[in-house]
Antibody
Framework: QVQLQESGPGLVKPSETLSLTCTVSGGSIRSFYWSWIRQPPGKGLECIGYIYHSGSTNYNPSLKSRVSISVDTSKNQFSLKLYSVTAADTAVYYC???????????????WGQGTLVTVSS | SYVLTQPPSVSVAPGQTARITCGGNNTGSKTVHWYQQKPGQAPVLVVYDDSDRPSGIPERLSGSNSGNTATLTISRVEAGDEAEYFCQVWDRSSDHPVFGGGTRLTVL
């Protein structure tokens, strides 16, 4: 059974960088896409971006200028950096596995439990 | 960009059938996936590829997709079905997922 676990600071100051890591266990990080999704309190889901084990990435256009996702296959981990954060970036951040696109579709089959990151001074 | 619209809330009595809709432009031409999110928990995939269920998801949950609306149907609703439900499609133009706004299912 694949399991994902987010880790990182729960509090980040405005204008600083949010950094989170997702550790994958129970399976290899190879052959899949790995994503970061966030959910502001009381709101819906937003995909921040995703990365293939080879390192190729695709970011949400609305966040692209502030986001970086990287992967460390030796540690079975992938990471998120979100720069110049504001209060609007306060959310629960999830990591999730994204299946390879088949035809024209794909979906997320495994999710981490999520971690709340609050942006506040 | 593609938009999916869900009703904010649906209420149903135990034992009845709940239908949660997900509307979009020609949704029937896309493949819809559904997630269940209970309070304080991560989303769980309950239906994928319009109508398939992952192992462990009861047959009471089923999906359909036609025209401009996809529907998640929960038969014989139980208290444990109370949750937020999100639909999702894949936008090939951006190669990014699109999520519906979510529907809160309340079991009366």
């Amino acid at each position: 059974q694949v399991q994902l676990q987010e880790s990182g600071p729960g509090l980040v100051k405005p204008s600083e960088t949010l950094s989170l890591t997702c550790t994958v266990s129970g399976g290899s990080i190879r052959s899949f896409y790995w994503s970061w999704i966030r959910q502001p309190p009381g709101k819906g889901l937003e995909c921040i971006g995703y990365i293939y084990h080879s390192g190729s990435t695709n970011y949400n256009p609305s966040l692209k200028s502030r986001v970086s996702i990287s992967v460390d296959t030796s540690k079975n981990q992938f990471s998120l950096k979100l720069y110049s954060v504001t209060a609007a970036d306060t959310a629960v951040y999830y990591c999730a596995r994204l299946l390879p696109i088949v035809g024209t579709t794909t979906h997320f089959d495994y999710w981490g439990q999520g971690t709340l990151v609050t942006v506040s001074s | 960009s593609y938009v999916l619209t869900q009703p904010p809330s649906v209420s149903v009595a135990p034992g009845q059938t709940a239908r949660i809709t997900c509307g979009g432009n020609n949704t029937g031409s896309k493949t819809v996936h559904w997630y269940q999110q209970k309070p304080g928990q991560a989303p769980v995939l309950v239906v994928y590829d319009d109508s398939d269920r992952p192992s462990g998801i009861p047959e009471r949950l089923s999906g359909s997709n036609s025209g401009n609306t996809a529907t998640l149907t929960i038969s014989r609703v139980e208290a444990g079905d109370e949750a937020e439900y999100f639909c999702q499609v894949w936008d090939r133009s951006s190669d990014h997922p699109v999520f519906g706004g979510g529907t809160r299912l309340t079991v009366l």
